[in-house]
C-alpha cells in the first residue's frame, strides 16, 4: 500500500512569489491534514480537510489556503511568500473520520525556501 | 487550550543505556496522546498512542510509554539504546474532536553515542 506522497519535495521560490504543494494520501483515506515545521516554531497545524471541506484550521493568516479534491488528493497554496515561510510542510492522512485516535500517515515533506 | 512540553531538548546516551524522554501536557479534557519519530529529511512515524486504554502503551521498535493522569505526564521510554534510535522525536496531544488536529512539542533530538 503506497503511503503519503507530497509533491515537490524541494522547491526554491522569491519572495512575493506563490507556491502551491500537492499531497496524495494514502488509498482509502479521507481526511488530509497539513502542519508546518520550522526550527523555531516546531511543528504547527495548518489545515485539516474531509470530504473536499475544511474542518479545521490553525491560526494562519489568510495567505495559506488548501483544497481537497473528490479524489481526496489535497493541495495548499501559499501567496505572497515571505522569508518566513521557509519550513518543511507536512502532509498526513488518516483513514477514519479524522481520527486522532486513529493514526496520522505522514509524508516526507516539501521543503520551500524562500529567498 | 491544550500544550505539550517536551523537557530536554537534545539527550544523549550510551548504546545500551535507558532512553528516557519526557513529555508533559496540558488538557482540559480527556486527552489522546502521541510519540512520533522524526528521521532527517522524512516525514513522522508513528511511535505510540494512548486513547484511555491502558495506561502502559508498547509501541513499535521496543518504546513504552507510561500515562499519568496524576503528574499530567507521558514520557518515553526504552530500556536498551541502539544506534538506529538516533532520530527526533516529539509528543503530542488531541483533543479528542476526531479531526487531524495534533498538538506537537517542540521536540527532543536523541543522540545515541557507541
Known amino acids: 500500500k503506497a503511503g503519503v506522497t507530497q509533491t515537490p519535495r524541494y522547491l526554491i521560490k522569491t519572495r512575493g512569489q506563490q507556491v502551491t504543494l500537492s499531497c496524495s494520501p494514502i488509498s482509502g483515506h479521507r481526511s488530509v491534514s497539513w502542519y508546518q515545521q520550522t526550527p523555531g516554531q516546531g511543528l504547527q497545524f495548518l489545515f485539516e480537510?474531509?470530504?473536499?471541506?475544511?474542518?479545521n484550521k490553525g491560526n494562519f493568516p489568510g495567505r495559506f489556503s488548501g483544497r481537497q479534491f473528490s479524489n481526496s488528493r489535497s493541495e495548499m497554496n501559499v501567496s505572497t511568500l515571505e522569508l518566513g515561510d521557509s519550513a518543511l510542510y507536512l502532509c498526513?492522512?488518516?483513514?477514519?473520520?479524522?481520527?486522532?485516535?486513529?493514526?496520522?500517515?505522514f509524508g516526507e515533506g516539501s521543503r520551500l525556501t524562500v529567498l | 487550550a491544550q500544550s505539550v512540553t517536551q523537557l530536554g531538548s537534545h539527550v544523549s546516551v550510551s548504546e545500551g543505556a535507558l532512553v528516557l524522554l519526557r513529555c508533559n501536557y496540558s488538557s482540559s479534557v480527556p486527552p489522546y496522546l502521541f510519540w512520533y519519530v522524526q528521521y532527517p529529511n522524512q516525514g513522522l512515524q508513528l511511535l505510540l498512542k494512548?486513547?484511555?486504554?491502558?495506561?502502559l502503551v508498547k509501541g513499535i521498535n521496543g518504546f513504552e510509554a507510561e500515562f499519568k493522569k496524576s503528574e499530567t505526564s507521558f514520557h518515553l521510554t526504552k530500556p536498551s539504546a541502539h544506534m538506529s534510535d538516533a532520530a527526533e522525536y516529539f509528543c503530542?496531544?488531541?483533543?479528542?474532536?476526531?479531526?487531524?488536529?495534533?498538538?506537537f512539542g517542540q521536540g527532543t533530538t536523541l543522540q545515541v553515542k557507541p
Open positions: 494512548y486513547t484511555s486504554a491502558a495506561t
Open positions: 498526513a492522512s488518516s483513514g477514519t473520520s479524522g481520527g486522532p485516535t486513529g493514526e496520522l500517515f
Open positions: 480537510y474531509f470530504s473536499e471541506t475544511q474542518r
Open positions: 503530542a496531544v488531541s483533543d479528542r474532536s476526531n479531526t487531524g488536529k495534533l498538538i
